[in-house]
């Protein structure tokens, strides 16, 4: 079921002064999809998540789940958020810790009255589907972290929920666990076709779980798009700089030919191949993912987007070798294979991919 958010406004007011969580978000949610807000502490995240639930009072705008308007401040509407048909997962596990495993994914069930039979029959039905089959005996205490939260999944889902929110339900677990239940997570909510709207600050956590990514900066979405998109295509620098690791290289568009736009920097000419609308003179800054600077070997001729540097620090972290270049003035940072023989201290060429060397508009 689609949600959609338009001219969203929020403020909160604290001693003494006015924080707008939400400024003026206008958002459309796709049906069926897993769709994730990302942003740095503080941009809003939960604001809009609270707002959808219902638990917040928007101060301005319109919320529709589906066909039907669950807020509108200038209709004077407002419905409740156990009448907005949402199942929500927390950060923290949120199962009952004095309740076994069938009790606690029952739960919502047996507030509604349903006969004995038919919740026994929709629990197994759900425990089966997040694979914790046998589990209902179980105190919800002696569950791994992994296992609770599919526990805390499978009571949001067990109402059979037009739409499921997430508020960072994986940042209790630890990194290995994180990563399995993500994959798991999206299995799940990819064989259920139902909308999940997940809000985190973790940014391979989004980019690894989602179909479309909204960041949120300051109360605004500034930007959406798949994951492949964010990452490789923003041309904002927030953007870039949040979504991972990047070389931002300040320069000024030469010249635009066919399928290159020249960029001079203080390291030389830069060929980008993704077009930008800047024309000539104008101020841009370059940014380069470490992973697309490739190590050259010999001693190869000049050429397009090729560049000496001196290996400043290198560190082997398991799948790579990570380090710092310094070219000319400028420090990069690169990522290479762990096979690759470079040592600290040695010149070595270097080679941007022009596929790769996406132009930000300062
Ligand atoms: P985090 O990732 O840290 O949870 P977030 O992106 O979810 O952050 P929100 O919790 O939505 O951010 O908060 C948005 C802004 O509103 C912040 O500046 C926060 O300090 C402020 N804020 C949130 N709740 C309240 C409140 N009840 N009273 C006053 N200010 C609030």
Not at 36 to 54: A, D, E, H, N, Q
Not at 174 to 182: C, F, I, N, S, V
Request: aromatic share 8%; glycine share 8%; net charge negative.
């Amino acid at each position: 079921m689609e949600i959609s958010i338009k001219g969203l406004n929020k403020n909160y007011y604290s001693e003494g002064k006015t924080i707008a969580a939400l400024d003026q978000v206008d958002l459309t949610i796709p049906a069926n999809r897993i769709f994730t807000l990302l942003g740095p502490s503080g941009c809003g995240k939960t604001t809009l998540l609270r707002c959808i639930v219902g638990l917040e009072m928007p101060d301005s705008g319109e919320i529709a789940i589906g066909d039907e308007v669950v807020f509108s401040a200038e209709k004077g509407i407002y419905v409740p958020p156990d009448r907005r048909g949402l199942g929500m997962v927390f950060q923290t596990y949120a199962t009952w810790p004095h309740m076994n495993v069938f009790d606690n994914v029952a739960y919502p069930l047996q507030t509604r009255n349903e006969p004995k039979e038919e919740i026994v029959r929709k629990v197994a039905r759900t425990l089966h589907f997040v694979q914790l089959d046998g589990f209902e005996k179980r105190p919800a205490t002696k569950l791994s972290g992994g296992q609770q939260q599919r526990v805390a999944l499978a009571r949001a889902l067990i109402a059979e929920p037009k739409v499921i929110l997430f508020d960072e339900p994986l940042s209790n677990l630890d990194a290995k666990l994180r990563e399995e239940t993500r994959k798991e997570l999206r299995a799940f909510l990819t064989e259920l076709k139902i909308t999940a709207v997940y809000v985190t600050h973790d940014r391979i956590e989004a980019l690894s779980l989602s179909d479309t990514v909204a960041v949120m900066k300051s109360g605004r979405i500034i930007e959406m798009g798949t994951p492949w998109e964010i990452y490789f295509d923003s041309d904002r620098r927030f953007v870039a700089d949040f979504i991972g690791r990047a070389n931002f290289i300040e320069g000024k568009v030469s010249t635009s030919e066919d399928s290159f736009t020249m960029i001079d920097s203080a390291i030389g000419a830069i060929a980008c191949e993704k077009k930008t609308e800047a024309s000539p003179g104008k101020a841009v800054t370059v940014c380069i993912r470490p992973e697309f600077i490739r190590v050259l070997e010999g001693d190869p001729k000049v050429g397009r987007n090729i560049f000496r540097g001196r290996v400043e620090s290198l560190v082997f972290v398991g799948d790579a070798y990570e380090g710092e270049i310094r070219v000319g003035e400028t420090l990069l940072i690169f990522r290479i294979e762990p096979t690759t023989a470079v040592r600290e201290g040695e010149e070595i060429a270097l080679h941007f991919d022009p596929r790769h060397c996406s132009i930000l508009l300062n």
